[in-house]
């Protein structure tokens, strides 16, 4: 697409955001706006609204524009120039379309998409659905997730790299081998970014020649996910080795309760996110909560505040 930089959309740290609930099931602005407020301050790049941390697939259609025009108007406010990508996956092309639609009116950055959910597709049905999202004439980001949708194989990548309307790459796959292949195709295209969503390997990706990381675990700690990827820019190894093993010492909340019900209750003990959560989702038990503040207290200082 013309004129976009798909690196510069990518680089630093983007969070991919929770969804502040003001009851089971409904968006708030108002509810976000907290959240928002310390994330900005801790130096956040861009947000990434109704991924699998924004509990994005459980959410209606109807209930998504409300939501993104209010959140990206309040973080455009806030950093001048963050950047604010919205999350379109669906089973079908059609759905995909329908809620990319409702976010137009936020004026996103960028549409992320991962490929269809559900059914098992070819590769060229795969491609076609992509072709008919970048023909809305928002720059897309290619979501691989491969616990939920579609895998992206290394022959996908080859071709949506070179896609007209295709940006950039988040992948949260896990797999290094893929990752690699991604950067290489990634790079025989001027402009086309790669950020990393598997967090353990966010460091390791960045080595490699990430532009970016999308770490679900910046709801939390996002101060410590910005100094992990300034500390490797500036190249300082051992506060970017530092900053890696404080979040994966955070994410050791998923063994508590894993997923977004665990992060939306250590965000609503500490006054920035009520605990709400889409059906079928369930909050945190108060023994769950209990255990999660044990396993946290020793991080107080290095996790979000309002």
């Known amino acids: 697409m013309g004129g976009i930089d798909g690196r510069a959309l990518l680089a630093g740290v983007t969070v991919p955001l929770v969804t502040p609930m003001d009851r089971p099931g409904r968006p708030s602005v108002p509810a976000a706006h907290a959240l928002l407020g310390a994330l900005a301050t801790a130096g956040a790049h861009g947000l990434m609204l109704f991924g699998s941390n924004g509990e994005g697939p459980l959410l209606p259609t109807g209930l998504l524009t409300a939501f993104a025009t209010g959140v990206a108007a309040r973080w455009r406010e806030l950093t001048g120039h963050g950047t604010v990508l919205v999350n379109v996956t669906a089973p079908g092309t059609a759905e995909a379309l329908a809620r990319a639609e409702a976010v137009l009116p936020a004026a996103p950055d960028a549409l992320v998409l991962s490929p269809p959910v559900y059914f098992h597709h070819r590769h060229d049905e795969i491609v076609a659905h992509y072709a008919a999202l970048a023909g809305l004439g928002v720059p897309v980001v290619v979501y691989n997730a491969p616990r939920y949708s579609n895998p992206l194989t290394p022959a996908l990548l080859d071709e949506l790299t070179s896609l007209d309307g ?14 690699g292949h991604a950067l290489a195709a990634a790079r025989r295209r001027d402009g086309f970014g790669v950020s990393q969503g598997a ?8 080595r490699l020649g990430a532009d970016g ?23 300082r190894p051992d506060e970017a080795r530092r900053a890696q093993r404080l979040l994966d010492r955070v994410m050791e909340l998923h063994t508590v309760r894993p997923g977004v019900p ?3 209750a250590v965000l609503a003990a500490r006054g920035l996110c009520p605990p709400h959560l889409a059906a079928p989702f369930t909050p945190c038990s108060p023994a769950e909560r209990q255990a999660l503040a044990e396993l946290l207290a020793p991080l107080d200082a290095h996790l979000i505040r309002a």
């Open 213 to 235: 990381v999308v770490p679900g675990v910046a709801n939390l700690a996002p101060a410590a996910a910005v100094e992990l990827f300034r500390a490797h820019v500036e190249g």
């Open 166 to 179: 295709l940006v950039g790459i988040k992948d949260s796959s896990g797999d290094p081998a893929l990752f």
């Open 262 to 264: 665990a992060v939306k």
């Open 199 to 206: 967090e353990r390997q966010a460091l390791d990706a960045l």
